[in-house]
């Protein structure tokens, strides 16, 4: 990591805008939670209502868990596409940094706080409910995003399009 008089360049970030977090660097963290959960996630997973979960993810029984996360306030506030998820998942999570507010996160969704290097769950999500048939369908339209991703690793062209699908 690069540093500055001391500073790393993330530091240097965060001290000239406190209220936002390096989205990346939680969607990293959080991935990285559920990882060693033993769940496999995939950012930017576009679900059938065409929204874009930030981080889905999907468990060796075959649960799904989607991951909202949230880089500030003004990111929080200005953003409620994560309240139709609910019917995309069996549990749903928002990723958020120490520094955040955490009272703010609604009782209906988990919270993790997270960093570029992990995570922790610190209040479970409510257990939602998936009929089979939109299980299955999710479980395929995760699988083939993942492949259609995996297959378009070093394609020419690849990086205008990493998230199709």
């Not at 990882?35 to 065409?50: C, K, N, T, Y």
């Not at 649960?63 to 596409?81: C, L, N, V, Y």
Request: charged residues 25%; contains cysteine; hydrophobic residues 45%.
């Amino acid at each position: 990591m690069e540093q500055t008089g001391g500073m790393s360049l993330d530091d240097v970030a965060s001290a000239a805008n406190p209220q936002i977090d390096d989205a990346q660097a939680l969607m990293r963290g959080a991935a990285r939670l559920l990882w060693h959960m033993g769940f496999s996630a995939i950012p930017e997973f576009i679900l059938p209502d065409g929204r874009r979960a930030d981080l889905a993810a999907l468990g060796r029984k075959g649960e799904i868990t989607i991951i909202e996360i949230k880089s500030g306030i003004a990111d929080f506030r200005a953003d409620s596409k994560w309240t139709n998820y609910s019917g995309y998942c069996d549990r749903l999570y928002f990723a958020v940094s120490q520094r955040f507010p955490h009272d703010v996160i609604p009782e209906e969704a988990g919270l993790i706080i997270a960093d570029g290097f992990g995570g922790a769950i610190v209040r479970e999500s409510p257990v939602l409910t998936l009929a089979p048939a939109r299980r299955k369908a999710l479980t395929l339209r995760f699988a083939r995003a993942a492949a259609d991703r995996l297959m378009r690793t070093g394609e020419p062209g690849s990086e205008s399009n990493p998230v199709a699908g």
